[in-house]
């Protein structure tokens, strides 16, 4: 496991999201740990974008 997965892990164990223990957290995969923290903060990958000015097709 790759050092900054298990930063993430460590992350998400201290403070599991709603729904969620530390031991599942603890259990689940690589894969389902970084597609978990992805969906948590997409919309914090959106607000970047936000204002920019530019050409958008609708």
Same mark, same amino acid.
């Given at each position: 496991?790759?050092?900054? *997965?298990?930063?993430?892990?460590?992350? !998400?164990?201290?403070?599991?999201? $709603?729904?969620?223990?530390? $031991?599942?957290?603890?259990? /689940?995969?690589?894969?389902?740990?970084?597609?978990? %923290?992805?969906?948590?903060?997409?919309? %914090?990958?959106? %607000?970047? $974008? *936000?204002?920019?000015?530019? +050409? !958008? /097709? +609708?």
């Amino acid at each position: 496991m790759s050092q900054n *997965t298990e930063k993430l892990r460590r992350k !998400y164990m201290d403070n599991p999201p $709603e729904g969620m223990t530390s $031991e599942d957290i603890r259990c /689940i995969s690589e894969d389902d740990l970084l597609d978990m %923290d992805y969906f948590l903060n997409e919309d %914090d990958l959106l %607000d970047d $974008e *936000t204002g920019m000015e530019g +050409f !958008y /097709i +609708f």
